[in-house]
């Protein structure tokens, strides 16, 4: 059953437009994203996924519009701006060093005790961590270097976890995995919301995104082109938002959409 | 933590995966040991095995090589080139590189000398002032780098010129100014030995040390349900140590002994080797030398990590020159020239620090320039002259830095990176 929030959403942005120079990236748009809520965010290239999730991790600023976090209008004007408050980002290239092992990319840059490291809590608490995830890592003493697609993916979400966000935008999480390892992954979601966090996710596939989202935001040419529950639509009805609802010739069972996947 | 299996106590919490075949003995240490050589994962394997073949091929071809004397000289030469060398691993580990440490160690040998014999400054004034415009030419590097772009390759090179011009123009006319040998820092690089007595005292503490720390850390890892290292695989550890210093300690004290000078140098490699691998800057280095972009989104400074190394690369060879003046008792135009530089950069590349960064040790600048003074010290014990010297040290690099792309090759597929 979709979870339903009772605290109303952690995260909204209100009427939030990006410029650059003559192009309009984002107009107007919304987004709401309560706890305990995977929010699946599609749409085509050029669409505009790419600006808002950098404006939520504080790489862009918006023009105009807000962004209202845990009740409250904030601005966020970097990426510590975003960690601050609790919006953790796990970009497309995950950004883990190769060389370094599991515990030390988790803790990178915010070691514990920098002047004689503390290995035995970090080595501890990555493996709470882990097992939280129900992470299949056989061990995390090794280099990432050596560990599957998958496995990457989740220590990067692990990585943003350790800040403790309320948040966690996830840009493509599964484009460069095979068929297990999305399937890794999805199952990795689906316990963040467990968690009770906000999960914000990019992504192409309507299978995972009916998979595993509660709903899902169209953007089409930088404005919201719906909102739709997961469960009670279809790939082509959203694919018709993405593509812009006109352009697609005829719904055989658009009356009937909702009856098409009913509730679990 | 809750999800831990309280049925089974014997395992430790990092070993409950079924997928790892290894435990904490020390049979399985052992064992896994022999897996990660067979991996590709040779760690300082090859240059010891190195170093053995060279000094039996030399010995056989003469008889002086491994006396005692010639092992304790061995060792004071090797000290100058070698704090160089463990400069060039900090720029080396952030994927970087520094050319110019020859030219740099050659302008701290005669800024040295020239301040303190000409200008009459005391030994310590003259000595900061060397090391002082290390640090900055280090600096000046770390900014054309990384606020104007420009390679490090480009601007150590022109470093690398530009100061040995200074280092030219600094000496004068006459081109040498020697160092008296009554001053402290000829007779610390030339006479100061360490006493019998107090050189096997260092060794029962270089054993006690390494046993101390690794009993502490494996009941830290076992009080918090890690697995640990046995007391029994410390204890043969630390023997192990205690026996191969001892042995050495007792064949040099047959001659002069050790040198203080060499002493410092080891001192040198220690605490280098403990930022690197226990404090948080050593991580940062590390991260930066594997991917950048990630350690900046990771929020460590990049542009900071980049001018520590270039800084104390710089700083170390300015403090290496100082020392082979000394050594020398005189600075002079081929200070710091001719083969410094190159073999500097060789000694960290032998020893095992990769020239794309991210991977290396302090202790590659060690092992490394033992290599290569060994290389020297026996070819000019032959009496054959510089270019036998040139051409064995150049195929020493060039093996082993095959070796290390083969072993690297072999760790990728075996899953080690």
Not at chain 1, 64 to 92: K, M
Not at chain 2, 6 to 14: G, I, K
Request: aromatic share 6%; net charge positive; with cysteine.
């Amino acid at each position: 059953m979709t979870a339903v929030s009772t605290t109303g959403p952690v995260l909204s942005l209100r009427g939030v437009s990006k410029n650059f120079g003559a192009v309009a990236a984002l107009t107007g748009v919304h987004l709401d994203v309560a706890p305990r809520q995977v929010v699946a965010i599609v749409g085509d290239n050029g669409a505009g996924k790419s600006t808002l999730v950098k404006i939520l991790s504080g790489v862009h600023r918006p023009d105009t519009g807000s962004i209202v976090f845990g009740g409250r209008e904030v601005t966020i004007s970097g990426p510590a701006d975003a960690h601050a408050l609790g919006i953790a980002t796990v970009f497309q290239d995950l950004a883990l060093c190769e060389n370094l092992d599991v515990v030390e990319n988790l803790f990178l840059g915010r070691e514990l005790r920098r002047g004689r490291l503390d290995e035995v809590t970090m080595e501890l608490r990555s493996w709470e961590l882990l097992r939280q995830l129900s992470a299949k890592i056989p061990s995390v003493r090794i280099p990432v270097a050596s560990l599957s697609g998958g496995q990457r993916q989740t220590v990067a979400i692990a990585r943003s976890l350790l800040g403790d966000p309320a948040v966690i935008i996830l840009d493509e999480p599964t484009a460069a995995l095979g068929v297990a390892q999305t399937a890794e992954v999805l199952h990795l979601i689906e316990r963040l919301r467990d968690r009770g966090l906000g999960v914000i996710m990019i992504s192409h596939s309507m299978e995972e995104v009916r998979a595993v989202a509660d709903e899902v935001a169209v953007l089409r040419l930088g404005r919201n082109n719906g909102v739709f529950k997961a469960a009670e639509v279809s790939s082509q009805d959203i694919i018709a938002a993405i593509v812009g609802a006109d352009a697609l010739p005829h719904h055989p069972h658009r009356p009937h959409r909702g009856e098409n996947r009913g509730d679990e | 933590m809750s999800e831990r299996p309280l049925a089974e106590p014997a395992a430790p919490l990092d070993l409950l995966d079924e997928r790892l075949r290894r435990g904490a003995g020390l049979r399985s240490a052992l064992t896994g040991i022999l897996e990660r050589i067979r991996s590709g994962d040779l760690g300082a394997l090859p240059i010891i095995v190195g170093l053995l073949v060279i000094w039996t091929v030399f010995q056989a071809l003469n008889p002086v090589f491994l006396s005692s004397t010639n092992l304790v000289n061995l060792l004071m030469e090797s000290v100058s080139v070698g704090v160089i060398a463990l400069g060039v691993v900090c720029v080396l580990l952030v994927g970087q590189i520094d050319l110019s440490v020859g030219s740099v160690s050659g302008l701290s040998a005669a800024l040295t000398a020239v301040t303190f014999v000409e200008a009459g400054w005391p030994l310590p004034a003259a000595m900061a002032a060397a090391i002082g415009a290390g640090a900055a030419i280090g600096w000046i590097y770390a900014q054309m780098v990384t606020r104007l772009g420009v390679p490090s390759f480009v601007a150590t090179l022109a470093g690398l010129l530009s100061f040995l011009g200074v280092q030219l123009w600094l000496l004068g006319d006459t081109g040498a100014v020697n160092l008296p040998y009554d001053s402290d820092l000829v007779h610390f690089a030339q006479l100061a030995f360490v006493p019998a007595w107090l050189s096997y005292v260092l060794v029962v503490l270089a054993a006690g040390w390494l046993f101390a720390t690794g009993y502490t850390l494996a009941r830290k890892r076992r009080a918090a349900g890690l697995s640990a290292r046995s007391t029994r695989l410390l204890v043969v550890r630390s023997a192990g140590l205690l026996a191969a210093l001892g042995f050495a300690v007792w064949y040099l004290n047959r001659a002069r002994g050790i040198g203080w000078m060499f002493v410092c140098f080891v001192g040198l490699v220690l605490a280098l080797n403990y930022a690197l691998t226990r404090t948080g800057w050593g991580r940062s280095v590390f991260a930066v030398g594997g991917n950048a972009e990630a350690a900046r989104r990771a929020g460590i400074n990049v542009r900071r990590i980049y001018t520590g190394a270039f800084v104390l690369c710089s700083s170390l060879a300015a403090l290496g020159g100082m020392l082979a003046a000394a050594r020398l008792a005189a600075a002079n135009q081929a200070s710091g020239a001719g083969d410094v530089n190159l073999n500097a950069i060789a000694a960290a590349v032998i020893g095992g620090t990769s020239l794309f960064g991210g991977r290396g040790s302090a202790f590659a600048a060690l092992l490394g320039i033992l290599v290569i003074q060994s290389i020297s010290s026996g070819l000019t014990l032959l009496d054959l002259d510089s270019s036998f010297r040139f051409i064995v040290t150049g195929l020493v690099l060039a093996l082993a830095v095959a070796l290390d792309s083969a072993a690297r090759r072999s760790r990728a597929s075996h899953g080690r990176a």
